[in-house]
């Protein structure tokens, strides 16, 4: 059935209308597979401009039945072809028979690079009828299958890459020459001698080694006479004696070298000393400190009182007050305590400033003006340690995150990853005075990872032990071939982290390799949603729309989050989103431009350039995601051994191909509306040298709530809470005619609730439906516990559906925060699989009892 040219697999919807509004003909159509019932299919057919979508569902027998109008007869079909054949005439419950059949696109741009490509098409044979047995599976067939079964997580990316090539492209080659009665297999050897080019050096220098030592104690070795091979059989012939020789050199050097140091203790009467008694060993890491914080030194900084001049401010974390110290004046040092500071307020239109709330919100607030936004934030950072290592707080009002992303290129890693933890580097860096302080949550992201998943986590604990002293807890790590994620927490946070989800989705030759794709991590921080997706997309400048169909692949297969949000793609099923990897999007532009600009420092004028941010600007990829200024250099590639210099000439079989300096390691992320969010560092090592990717890193500042409880909601006789909507309207992108009706999803809500359907209903603009639900339409939202406290920090997940397919025409976040108190409206726009599909706005009330409204000032605000 895949190959009838009118059914579309899992095309959306979007595309699917698209593609018949190009056709134009009444009674054009096309199958594709249905986005709300797994196993389904949606019939979309094209009359009088507009598209009419049926729902084909399979019954318990496996038999196919087009859901139509009532009071037409139900038919029932073995296949999907005699499906589309049966409705081919009049007066079957459709609006129009199926007449003209929609053929697939020629051009998916699912195009690949040169270590993804995907098996050619065989030119001898003809194509096979839809309606014909199925084709006999290709001889290489079971290969590939076995490939795919196989765990190759700790194989380097580039012999994946050649295997790949071998295997779709050369090894049919070989299967032909082998049945004209070849006796060896030249592609194979081609493909072997590439995959062992390094090899041959490294047996070169360990063999020198070897004879070396051989001579110190006169073992004749076999010395080899280097010379450069001619090709790919005598390349690998001549491996093959370097390999037969090692190991006859390994096997005999131990007995001979044994022989002679007999023969030296008898002849010369060389007494053999006994050795003195080991040292004590030297504890390798530090011991964590557990139960009892870090002492940390004062931190003072220089500012710019508003009325009050210059002063100094210091931070005495431990003790938990502020020291103010006007030296101009005979006021002396006032000493503020952690429990008179009530509220911090960063200005963002003023980067150095910060307005501080002490003793009471009635009192005149203090504003201050840092040297350096890079000071303030360190100040505030450390100010809010202060606050919580001392609050009377159970659980802390933020956290700060650490994000990194590291291309590994299958090389190890260095002994120590500190600089890359600690976000020492180029770009936006932290301040001295806190670039040591540990995160309260570490997600590390590698592609091309050679390591295994205990080793590199071990690895990356021993890092984070060195030097904050603290024994960090895996929350999760998940694996997709060498791609690598994991999330470690603060011990004292193990209690908080639930519902911990992992999974994975292969983007690489069609959806069906793991080299390409990604790996994801999701769980609550008490009340507050967290994921994380660490990716890598398909390589090479031209695939650009390659990519863009990656991220939304990823967006809606990785399956991540509470399973309630299934409806809704995994960027609007959790508070905080964060999203890393290499996502190899490159800069159309000459190198020799590139690196002038580099030189320059001038990053502003390459990001004109960069495809990432083109396509986001464009709002074709990364949709409402949101990524830091970028201020340092181009991260990949580089050459192995320094950052001195860009290797931009890659050397391959099929020729030289070039990759300019780009940005291809990335960190962008996504937060629910009226969240607090705040990125305080971005940037990449500069002193890991040992692949051709550098390191990235991002820090964040994230607003979290606690799982709320409370006393009175468990009592029925007490008045509680309820949102009611007042009305909405909806502009959606379609070309269907169809009702439609909205869920309502939360988790502060008792069930997902639905409206009836919408009541009016126009067409303005073509290709766009203007719905509207009044009053009555729409039901009464019962939360699940009635504190305003509680309600704030909530949202709203609204998805308009079509009354014909129950398939979602648009999701949206809504933030409750906002629209506490008298009647209040929101506005926002809908998407779809990472498109934008619209827009929606609404009036809502809430209705919280009397006694229930107090709420509590954060200790962090923006302003």
């Known amino acids: 059935m895949a190959t009838a040219a009118w059914y579309h697999r899992d095309i959306s919807r979007v595309r699917a209308e698209d593609l018949l509004a190009r056709a134009g003909r009444d009674g054009s159509y096309l199958v594709r597979d249905s986005e709300s019932v797994p196993g389904a299919y949606a019939l979309c057919l094209l009359f009088q401009r507009h598209v009419h979508t049926y729902r084909i569902l399979p019954d318990a027998d496996g038999l196919l039945a087009v859901q139509t109008t009532q009071g037409v007869q139900v038919n029932c079909f073995r296949t999907l072809e005699d499906l589309v054949l049966g409705y081919q005439h009049p007066h079957k419950g459709l609006v129009t028979p199926l007449l003209y059949a929609v053929p697939r696109d020629t051009d998916t741009g699912d195009e690949s690079s040169d270590d993804e490509k995907p098996p050619p098409a065989p030119v001898s044979l003809n194509t096979v009828p839809?309606?014909?047995?199925?084709?006999?599976?290709?001889?290489?067939?079971?290969?590939?299958?076995?490939?795919?079964?196989?765990?190759?997580?700790?194989?380097?990316?580039?012999?994946?890459?050649?295997?790949?090539?071998y295997l779709f492209s050369e090894l049919p080659l070989d299967i032909e020459n082998v049945q004209k009665g070849a006796t060896t297999l030249c592609h194979l050897k081609r493909t072997l001698g590439t995959a062992c080019q390094g090899l041959n050096g490294e047996i070169d220098l360990t063999l020198s080694s070897l004879e070396t030592l051989a001579k110190v104690f006169d073992h004749p070795s076999c010395s080899l006479t280097h010379t450069k091979a001619q090709g790919p059989e005598i390349e690998i012939d001549s491996l093959l004696c370097k390999i037969s020789a090692l190991v006859s050199l390994l096997s005999s050097l131990e007995k001979k070298v044994l022989k002679a140091l007999q023969d030296a203790v008898t002849n010369h009467n060389l007494a053999v000393q006994p050795n003195p008694p080991p040292p004590e060993p030297t504890p390798t890491s530090i011991t964590p400190v557990k139960n009892h914080a870090r002492q940390l030194p004062v931190h003072s900084f220089?500012?710019?009182?508003?009325?009050?001049?210059?002063?100094t401010v210091s931070v005495d974390v431990d003790t938990g007050v502020l020291l103010f110290d006007r030296k101009a004046s005979s006021f002396g040092i006032e000493r503020v305590s952690h429990d008179r500071i009530l509220q911090i307020v960063k200005f963002q239109s003023s980067p150095a400033k910060v307005r501080m709330v002490v003793d009471s919100h009635h009192s005149t607030p203090r504003e201050m003006v840092f040297e350096s936004a890079r000071k303030r934030d360190a100040f505030c950072q450390l100010l809010q340690l202060m606050k919580n290592r001392h609050s009377q707080l159970s659980e802390p009002d933020m956290v700060s995150v650490f994000v990194g992303s590291w291309n590994m290129g299958g090389s190890p890693p260095p002994r120590s990853l500190q600089s890359w933890v600690t976000c020492c580097g180029l770009g936006h860096t932290p301040d001295e005075s806190t670039a040591l302080l540990p995160h309260d949550i570490y997600a590390l992201g590698t592609q091309e990872n050679a390591q295994g998943e205990r080793e590199w986590t071990e690895h990356v604990k021993a890092t984070l032990c060195s030097y904050t002293h603290i024994d960090f807890k895996q929350v999760a790590v998940q694996s997709l071939w060498n791609m690598r994620l994991a999330v470690f927490v603060k011990p004292e946070h193990e209690?908080?982290?639930?519902?911990?989800?992992?999974a994975s989705v292969k983007t690489g030759l069609g959806n069906t390799l793991g080299n390409k794709g990604a790996v994801g991590i999701s769980f609550l921080f008490g009340g507050t949603s967290f994921g994380f997706v660490n990716c890598h997309l398909t390589s090479g400048s031209e695939k650009v729309l390659r990519r863009n169909q990656n991220f939304v692949d990823i967006l809606r297969l990785l399956s991540l989050g509470d399973k309630q949000l299934s409806a809704f793609d995994i960027s609007l099923r959790f508070t905080h989103l964060f999203w890393c990897g290499d996502l190899n999007y490159r800069l159309d532009l000459e190198v020799q431009d590139i690196l002038k600009h580099v030189s320059k420092r001038e990053f502003e004028e390459l990001m004109c350039a960069d495809?990432?941010?083109?396509?986001?600007?464009?709002?074709?990829?990364?949709?409402?995601?949101?990524?830091?200024?970028?201020?340092?250099?181009?991260?990949?590639?580089?050459?192995?051994?320094?950052?001195?210099?860009?290797?931009?000439?890659?050397?391959?079989?099929?020729?030289?191909?070039?990759?300019?300096?780009?940005?291809?390691d990335r960190i962008l992320w996504k937060s629910y509306p009226e969240t607090h969010i705040i990125c305080t560092a971005y940037g990449c090592t500069?002193?890991?040298?040992?692949?051709?990717?550098?390191?990235?890193?991002?820090?964040?500042?994230?607003?979290?709530?606690?799982?709320?409880?409370?006393?009175?909601?468990?009592?029925?006789?007490?008045?509680?809470?309820?949102?009611?909507?007042?009305?909405?309207?909806?502009?959606?992108?379609?070309?269907?005619?169809?009702?439609?009706?909205?869920?309502?999803?939360?988790?502060?809500?008792?069930?997902?609730?639905?409206?009836?359907?919408?009541?009016?209903?126009?067409?303005?603009?073509?290709?766009?439906?203007?719905?509207?639900?009044?009053?009555?339409?729409?039901?009464?939202?019962?939360?699940?516990?009635?504190?305003?406290?509680?309600?704030?920090?909530?949202?709203?997940?609204?998805?308009?559906?079509?009354?014909?397919?129950?398939?979602?025409?648009?999701?949206?976040?809504?933030?409750?925060?906002?629209?506490?108190?008298?009647?209040?409206?929101?506005e926002t726009f809908l998407s779809h699989r990472g498109e934008e599909m619209g827009s929606i706005r609404g009036r809502v009330r809430i209705h919280v009892p009397k006694d229930r409204r107090g709420t509590r000032k954060k200790t962090y605000d923006a302003s």
């Open 302 to 311: 220089q500012v710019k009182m508003v009325r009050y001049g210059r002063q």
């Open 495 to 502: 209690s908080r982290i639930s519902h911990v989800n992992t």
């Open 611 to 664: 495809q990432l941010t083109r396509e986001r600007h464009k709002r074709k990829a990364f949709l409402n995601f949101k990524e830091q200024k970028i201020a340092f250099p181009p991260t990949y590639r580089y050459e192995r051994g320094s950052r001195d210099c860009y290797l931009w000439q890659k050397y391959k079989t099929s020729g030289v191909r070039v990759n300019v300096p780009s940005w291809c």
């Open 130 to 165: 839809f309606t014909g047995p199925p084709a006999k599976p290709a001889p290489h067939a079971p290969f590939l299958d076995k490939l795919q079964e196989l765990n190759t997580s700790s194989t380097a990316g580039e012999v994946i890459g050649l295997l790949n090539d």
């Open 686 to 826: 500069d002193d890991i040298f040992t692949s051709d990717h550098s390191p990235v890193f991002a820090t964040f500042q994230v607003g979290v709530t606690s799982q709320f409880s409370s006393k009175t909601d468990h009592n029925s006789s007490v008045e509680k809470a309820w949102i009611e909507l007042e009305g909405i309207e909806a502009i959606v992108r379609t070309a269907s005619k169809a009702k439609f009706f909205i869920e309502f999803h939360s988790t502060c809500l008792e069930e997902t609730r639905r409206s009836s359907e919408n009541d009016s209903q126009g067409c303005d603009v073509p290709g766009f439906l203007k719905l509207g639900w009044s009053f009555k339409q729409l039901p009464k939202l019962l939360p699940i516990i009635s504190d305003m406290e509680y309600l704030q920090d909530q949202h709203l997940l609204l998805s308009v559906k079509s009354c014909d397919g129950f398939e979602s025409y648009g999701e949206c976040s809504v933030a409750l925060r906002s629209l506490a108190g008298a009647s209040e409206q929101f």
